[in-house]
Nanobody, 125 residues
Framework: QVQLVESGGGSVQSGGSLRLTCIVF????????MGWFRQAPGKEREGVAG???????DYADSVKGRFTVSQDNTKNTLYLQMNSLKPDDTAMYYC???????????????????WGPGTQVTVSS
């Protein structure tokens, strides 16, 4: 049973930073693709950043230059460094993983079969 657990969310002021962490439990090997998604109230869940084990990375246009995704395959861990946060970044952030990776689909939520419960990020102006 694969489980994902996110941490690191919180409340910050505009311009602040947060670092999200996602740990994968349940299998001895790392997923081939992992991603971060977010969902604000009343909005669709959207892809924020994704990465595969070869280092291919994709970002949503809205976060390019501000967010950085990285992974530690030895620890089955995914990170999201979020800088210059804006009120529009306020959302529940979810970690996702797949063992059937298609690197051109890193930001598609249908690409992933495993999801964490989410961590809330709130940015005040």
């Amino acid at each position: 049973q694969v489980q994902l657990v996110e941490s690191g969310g919180g409340s910050v002021q505009s311009g602040g930073s947060l670092r999200l962490t996602c740990i994968v439990f349940g299998l001895p090997w790392s997923p081939s693709c992992m991603g971060w998604f977010r969902q604000a109230p009343g909005k669709e869940r959207e892809g924020v950043a994704g990465i595969d084990t070869d280092g291919a990375i994709d970002y949503a246009d809205s976060v390019k230059g501000r967010f950085t995704v990285s992974q530690d395959n030895t620890k089955n861990t995914l990170y999201l460094q979020m800088n210059s946060l804006k009120p529009d970044d306020t959302a529940m952030y979810y970690c996702a993983a797949t063992y059937d990776c298609r690197k051109w689909r890193l930001l598609e939520k249908s690409h992933y079969e495993h999801w964490g419960p989410g961590t809330q990020v709130t940015v005040s102006s």
